[in-house]
């Protein structure tokens, strides 16, 4: 998936946002994280190296939480 393609799914209302190079559905997720749904909902549909400088700099995820991103990747993101 490119960013227009991630742009307009967010754009239709989709709860998508880039980890990595996955693109992650946390329609079933946001509502229950960890940080907060405020914090991952403020990344929704943002560009993919801001994402990455957040999570860099709040903390290591746990193995179990990269699992998770696994479960919830729909497609890969290719700039």
Not at 5 to 29: P, Q
Not at 51 to 69: F, I
Request: net charge negative; glycine share 8%.
């Amino acid at each position: 998936m490119n960013w227009n393609e991630f742009s307009e799914e967010v754009g239709s209302g989709r709860k998508l946002l880039v980890v990595g190079n996955r693109v992650c559905d946390i329609e079933s997720f946001h509502t229950v994280h960890p940080g907060g749904q405020a914090l991952i909902d403020s990344m929704i549909g943002k560009d993919p190296q801001s994402v990455k400088k957040l999570m860099e700099s709040r903390h290591t995820h746990t193995k179990a939480a990269r699992n998770l991103v696994e479960n919830l990747t729909i497609a890969f993101y290719q700039e």
